[in-house]
């Protein structure tokens, strides 16, 4: 102290003030202590008789001196005070005060303490702490949970978060055991839950305000942030400016929220992630699973010379195959990184489908494959109702010429004047189908004339009732109208 102060130590005295509770229960009680230093030693003694002496006492916070006040009960009063703020403000947590404070009490003739701005600053260095447990990454500190159970807890829902209870109850079960029991078909578990850093924990204190949830420790350790920011959108917006905005591309964004699509209409006020996951900790699970697969079968096509093209027949019918096939597949960060097939066992070997084709070609017996009929032109009126009545077939005008073109071989069974037809041709393909052409106005072959696909059998014309030159075209299987156009190509 100052030379031109009279103070007398009275270093038997020196305080170390301790508020820890009696009870100390370990949890869920609000303690407040402080960690004194050791009452430093003095050797110099003075005499205390002179009645005009009063006591003050000198604060430090560790090595640092705060300034005096004029009793020690105020020291403990802020001491107190803080205690009861900590106690409504975090009702959970163990909390502990460290100050390091230490009261050095002098004898004194004269002194002027100031103690409000004492008092004050001492508040101030008041540092609420509390019992936490501390998630590390790699050694270093990343997220602060109340106690151990729940750091073991933030594990168990990191987990979760990549496989369900189910699984995770399925592979802790399977940890105690010396062999795994053979997979059953199509049955799936977890192999391997492998974390790529190295996680560790820790007892420390801190500030509670930094003590988290497991819920709310697991989202800033798949993200890298505590809080998930959410854009809401707003008049004008589109996927491409809110994207730009956060320094993001529309695929990015697109990925952040799996609900978008590019073409989907924004609503003013819906709410947008924009958050890019950084994760802390990465998850790899590795999955098994036994499928019976299907072996498809072969389609087999033997061709024979001894039926006619177009006849087909079914010479054995095809039947799948099965065969086990194990997997194992590699989820980091739940998406899929590798998929392996590590065994595949044949159960029953597939049986080949085998159809016999016909090849051989007689001009007089159609192949079963239909070609326009003329040369070019387009389709003016299809088969159906028409006009009242059902017209039968369809009709093909403005062909680049007007030949007439047999759709397939056969044998001419008809040629002539048929009522509405007019000049009619009819050709037997010899195979259950049958051609009518109508509307010539010249007819070029005769009845028992064989005329192979392609062969020009008449001119078009617009006889008959007809409103104008076209081709009337129809064609008949096995005695029933059908349709050309399923046949034609």
Known sequence: MSSNKNIKRDFTKQHRLSLKSSKNKLFKKVVVATALFSAVSFNIAFANDNDSLKKIYHVYVGDT?????????????????????????????????????????????????????????????????????????????????????DYEETLRLLKLEYITEEQLKQYEANAALDTLPALKQNETRVKEITIAEDLS????????????????????????????????????????????????????????????????????????????????????????????????????VEEDKSMFKGETEVKQEGKNGEKEVSYQIKHLNGKVTEETVTKETVLSEPVDSITIKGTKVVSSRGTGEFKWPAVGGYISSKMGSRWGSYHRGIDIARPSNYNILASDNGVVTFTGWDGTYGQKVVIDHNNGYETIYAHLSEIKVSEGQVVPQGSVIGIMGSTGRSTGTHLHFEVHKNGSLVNPLDYLN
């Open 65 to 149: 001196y705060i300034g005096a006040v004029s009793n020690e009960e105020s020291v403990q009063k802020v001491i107190e005070t803080k205690k009861q703020e900590a106690k409504e403000l975090y009702k959970d947590p163990v909390l502990e005060i460290s100050s390091n404070v230490t009261l050095v009490p002098e004898q004194v003739f004269s002194y002027d303490t100031e103690d409000s701005t004492t008092l004050s600053k001492l508040n101030e260095e008041q540092i609420v702490e509390a019992e936490s447990y501390a998630l590390k990454v790699n050694g270093q500190p990343v997220v602060y949970l109340k106690d151990q159970a």
């Open 201 to 300: 924990g820790e007892a420390t204190e801190v500030n509670p305000a930094e003590i988290l949830t497991p819920e709310k420790a697991v989202e800033y350790l798949k993200t890298g942030s505590k809080e998930k920011e959410v854009y809401k959108v707003q008049e004008g917006d589109v996927l491409g400016t809110i994207a730009n905005k956060h320094n993001l591309t529309t695929a990015q964004l697109l990925e952040l929220n799996p609900g978008l699509t590019e073409d989907v209409l924004l609503q003013i006020g819906q709410g947008i992630n924009v958050t890019v996951e950084k994760p802390l900790v990465n998850v790899q699970i590795t999955i098994e699973k036994l499928n019976v697969e299907k072996i498809p079968f072969k389609e087999v």
